[in-house]
């Protein structure tokens, strides 16, 4: 009976070494694998691993992993570790193209039984992840070889994230949308914590910069600090998001998506301050020219072209902001290639499909430099009065003299003739006509514009020209013109006015002066009868008949 018993406990000791030695066949520690793995080619193989692995079901993902070298006990634990850590490598540092793989079940044939995936940088050496085909129930199939199982942890404690040793399982148990919990988890922090450290970067940023600039005698530096708010937080939430994001081993796609936020945010941010800074610089300079500048003219000149300079920036920054955004996308960026290996046609479609607007534009740049008109400038623009009021790089507008606002195509200056008061000197005449009778006395008019002149119309009057001349005679009236001079635009109007409303009163009083229609009647002799001596003319000849 006691060696029967010894006989038995040998057989246990026996049956627990064996099962603690490596199982003889493919990963008998992991149980018979479900009918849903497909392990029979290299391609089949790869494809259910990551299909497996971004569900979060790593049980699964460990039957296609050689674990023969582990403990067969050992196998279900370490297996569900190795897969979710081997997961974490290839999502973060291998691109798979799982088109290069073999759909044969033979493999490639110039290797049959490995196939490379790829490598990773590990050391100063490069680990190779391959697949490799092993027998398994007496079946060849295609598993990840055991010396890449074997690397996964080095590889893990080299890009994996560090948080997977102290989270509890159940962050890494499922995937939501191909993130497990933890990462979720992680994306709501970094989101969070980019928004506040933002905010309150800015505002101690701007602060220290606001300082500072109070040192300075010039208000501009002032005015550039306070366009930094908004453009500054941006960028800094762009910087963080990207860098937290960084330290949570997301998948290529997904890391790739906030790669590409993070950029079009930075981007953004940019264009936002070049535009403000435009806005402050551009105000700056029409402020100091304003005050500075003594000449008038020349400083709405300057004022123009600092208004259509900083329009074409303000053009280019935008064309420039959104092609930047764009070329990060692989389809933009092949039709950019496409357009420049043919330049030559598309440069003619596109002229001819934007010629009306290229002209535009190349007008308003025109217009700048030659600057037959510039903002302030009084104009007569198809029949109507007014002043320039805006300067665009495609249109102007007019103020008109009733408060209206007319919008005129840059082209027109350019192409059509206009009346620009303002050009060059601003000194005006003006030009009064009264219609008088033959009998008015007309030094009495000219001394009654000079009274007008010297008294009421003094503020107003620069003292060059005030004259009255006889323009025209007609059959019944006198065309009797005043003229007068005046400094500048804005007051020929109301002194025009001024003068024509007192030469009517001033007629008015002389009433003989105004026009008088006059009919002078003659009176007719009767006819006279003929005289006895008058002989009567003979009478004609009667012609013959026929």
């Not at 793995?37 to 049980?59: K, N």
């Not at 103020?399 to 195509?409: A, E, G, K, N």
């Not at 119309?457 to 005030?466: H, P």
């Amino acid at each position: 009976m006691m060696h029967r018993d010894s006989w038995g406990l040998r057989a246990l000791v026996l049956a627990c070494v064996l099962w603690s030695l490596p199982a003889a066949a493919l990963n008998n520690g992991l149980g018979q694998p479900p009918p849903s793995v497909d392990r029979q080619t290299p391609y089949s193989t790869v494809q259910g691993f990551l299909s497996a692995a971004h569900r979060g079901d790593y049980a699964l993902a460990a039957h296609y992993l050689d674990l023969d070298f582990i403990p067969r006990a050992e196998q279900a634990e370490r297996g569900f570790q190795l897969a979710r850590r081997l997961k974490f490598v290839m999502d973060r540092k291998l691109a798979v193209d799982l088109s290069s793989l073999s759909k044969a079940p033979e493999g490639d044939a110039e290797n049959a039984r490995t196939d490379l995936l790829g490598t990773i940088p590990l050391e100063g050496a490069n680990v190779p992840i391959r697949v490799q085909r092993v027998t398994a129930e007496g079946a060849l199939v295609w598993v990840f070889s055991e010396s890449t199982v074997k690397q996964v942890d080095p590889l893990f404690a080299e890009y994996g994230p560090t948080v997977a040793e102290f989270l509890p399982p159940v962050f890494f148990s499922d995937t939501v949308l191909g993130l497990e919990p933890w990462q979720w988890l992680g994306l709501l922090v970094t989101l969070l914590g980019s928004l506040v450290v933002a905010v309150v970067s800015e505002r101690l940023l701007l602060a220290f910069a606001l300082r500072l600039a109070r040192w300075t005698r010039i208000t501009w530096d002032d005015d550039l600090v306070a366009a930094g708010k908004g453009p500054l937080k941006l960028v800094v939430f762009a910087a963080l998001l990207v860098a937290g994001t960084s330290f949570l081993r997301l998948p290529a796609p997904v890391q790739g998506f906030f790669n590409r936020v993070g950029y079009s945010l930075g981007v953004i941010s940019l264009a936002w301050f070049i535009l403000r800074f435009l806005r402050v610089s551009a105000a700056f300079v029409q402020k100091r020219v304003s005050v500075e500048m003594k000449d008038a003219s020349r400083a709405r000149s300057v004022s123009t072209q600092l208004v259509v300079l900083r329009s074409i920036f303000e053009v280019a920054t935008y064309v420039i902001a959104a092609a930047l955004l764009l070329i990060q996308f692989e389809v933009v960026r092949s039709v950019g290639v496409s357009l420049l290996a043919s330049a030559g046609i598309a440069g003619l479609v596109l002229g001819l499909a934007a010629q009306k607007s290229i002209s535009t534009l190349l007008a308003g740049i025109q217009l700048s430099i030659t600057q037959p008109i510039r903002i302030g400038d009084t104009v007569i623009v198809e029949n109507e009065f007014g002043t320039v009021e805006e300067i665009t790089l495609t249109y102007v507008v007019l103020r008109v003299w009733d408060q209206r606002r007319l919008v005129i195509p840059i082209t027109q200056f350019l192409d059509k003739p206009f009346q620009n008061w303002s050009k060059g000197s601003p000194e005006m005449l003006g030009a009064i006509t009264l219609q008088v009778d033959y009998f008015t006395d007309i030094d009495a008019l000219r001394a009654e514009l000079t009274r007008i002149l010297q008294t009421e119309g003094k503020q107003m009057w620069d003292g060059r020209v005030g004259n009255v001349v006889v323009l025209d005679v007609l059959d019944r009236t006198l065309t009797i013109r005043a003229l007068v001079s005046v400094a500048n635009s804005d007051l020929l109007f109301d002194l025009r006015a001024l003068v024509r409303e007192r030469m009517v009163e001033f007629l008015r009083v002389n009433p003989q002066w105004l026009p008088i229609t006059r009919t002078e009647a003659r009176q007719v002799p009767p006819p006279q009868p003929p005289s006895s001596d008058t002989k009567e003319p003979p009478a004609p000849p009667t012609p013959p008949r026929a």
